[in-house]
């Protein structure tokens, strides 16, 4: 089941959620204003504390037809959900706070929605190379690889709402959750890897692995929502790439993250469906809020 998107003329909103991002974020602002309208900018902020704010309505007084700026504190998944809230376009696209989009990529994007629901850019590693050059641990669904992730990823906003958005229970691999809901659901994922985003990496050795065991937590989390998904793994192609110290280091570090979910997830599995998105949203296209 697929949908296309209402063609090139249609109003994406860029969605990013930040929490202290002030050495990145004029950045990241000034590379999604020279993106192909037309477009807005919806900006969540997680209650920063190191100027991002400031930053952000200072660029929101510039550019008040095409940012706005709003605060909801909470995980990922609250943030980009508290975005489509407020969105005003018929098609999402998110993007991270410690990242920079190409001149072309929201063109690209768009492309990718004409004859998909979903489309998903190639996210080229920034910083510590040895870092950047681990490949990600695919999981496959329906012959879709549903583990690109949301910082350069597009939905169309009918679809999102329909899916009931992020669920904002996970820790991580929320991203995950909603691509896989999306193949359940019948929709292919269209991979543009002319869509680039370059993110940056985690600056230190154990920022690094701290991210790598909250991957590995979200990764269990997705096992207690879908059930046992170790099936959907290549594990030949996921041992194969282990190749260096730091590899297997990131693979231990998200297997203890896994660990410690089976050990303490107890009474917080998450057995249930999410609570609906959709309540309290405008209807597609309607306007948000003032920031």
Same mark, same amino acid.
């Given at each position: 089941?697929?949908?296309?998107?209402?063609?090139?003329?249609?109003?994406?909103?860029?969605?990013?959620?930040?929490?202290?991002?002030?050495? $990145?974020?004029?950045?990241?602002? &000034?590379?999604?204003?020279?993106?192909?309208?037309?477009?807005?900018?919806?900006?969540?902020?997680?209650?920063?504390?190191?100027?991002?704010?400031?930053?952000?309505?200072?660029?929101?007084?510039?550019?008040?037809?095409?940012?706005?700026?709003?605060?909801?504190?909470?995980?990922?998944?609250?943030?980009?959900?508290?975005?489509?809230?407020?969105?005003?376009?018929?098609?999402?696209?998110?993007?991270?706070?410690?990242? !920079?989009?190409?001149?072309?990529?929201?063109?690209?994007?768009? $492309?990718?929605?004409? &004859?998909?629901?979903?489309?998903?850019?190639?996210?080229?590693?920034?910083?510590?190379?040895?870092?950047?050059?681990?490949?990600?641990?695919?999981?496959?669904?329906?012959?879709?690889?549903?583990?690109?992730?949301?910082?350069?990823?597009?939905?169309?906003?009918?679809?999102?709402?329909?899916?009931?958005?992020?669920?904002?229970?996970?820790?991580?691999?929320?991203?995950?959750? !909603?691509?896989?809901?999306?193949?359940?659901?019948?929709?292919?994922?269209?991979?543009?890897?002319?869509?680039?985003?370059?993110?940056?990496?985690?600056? =230190?050795?154990?920022?690094?692995?701290?991210?790598?065991?909250?991957?590995?937590?979200?990764?269990?989390?997705?096992?207690?929502?879908?059930?046992? !998904?170790?099936?959907?793994?290549?594990?030949?192609?996921?041992?194969?790439?282990?190749?260096?110290?730091?590899?297997?280091?990131?693979?231990?570090?998200?297997?203890?993250?896994?660990? =410690?979910?089976?050990?303490?997830?107890?009474?917080?599995?998450?057995?249930?469906?999410?609570?609906?998105?959709?309540?309290?949203?405008?209807?597609?296209?309607?306007?948000?809020?003032?920031?």
């Amino acid at each position: 089941m697929e949908s296309s998107a209402h063609g090139s003329s249609s109003l994406v909103s860029i969605v990013i959620t930040v929490r202290n991002e002030a050495p $990145h974020i004029r950045e990241l602002l &000034d590379s999604l204003l020279a993106q192909e309208p037309p477009f807005e900018i919806v900006l969540v902020d997680a209650h920063s504390r190191d100027g991002t704010r400031v930053i952000a309505e200072e660029y929101a007084r510039r550019h008040p037809d095409r940012l706005r700026v709003f605060e909801r504190s909470g995980s990922r998944g609250i943030g980009r959900n508290e975005g489509a809230r407020q969105a005003k376009g018929s098609v999402l696209a998110f993007i991270d706070g410690d990242c !920079l989009a190409d001149t072309h990529w929201l063109a690209q994007l768009r $492309h990718g929605l004409v &004859d998909s629901a979903v489309a998903a850019g190639r996210t080229v590693a920034v910083g510590r190379s040895a870092y950047g050059n681990l490949e990600r641990v695919e999981l496959y669904q329906g012959g879709n690889d549903v583990t690109y992730p949301s910082c350069n990823l597009a939905y169309q906003r009918s679809l999102f709402l329909g899916l009931g958005g992020f669920d904002a229970r996970f820790i991580t691999a929320e991203d995950i959750d !909603l691509n896989l809901r999306a193949v359940q659901a019948g929709h292919r994922i269209h991979f543009i890897p002319e869509a680039v985003v370059y993110h940056r990496m985690r600056p =230190t050795l154990v920022r690094f692995l701290y991210q790598a065991f909250w991957n590995g937590y979200g990764r269990k989390q997705l096992t207690e929502k879908h059930g046992a !998904l170790w099936g959907s793994y290549r594990v030949r192609r996921l041992i194969q790439g282990q190749r260096t110290v730091l590899a297997w280091a990131r693979l231990v570090a998200a297997m203890a993250g896994y660990l =410690t979910r089976v050990l303490t997830g107890g009474g917080r599995r998450l057995d249930g469906p999410a609570p609906p998105l959709t309540a309290g949203l405008p209807a597609e296209g309607s306007s948000g809020g003032a920031s």
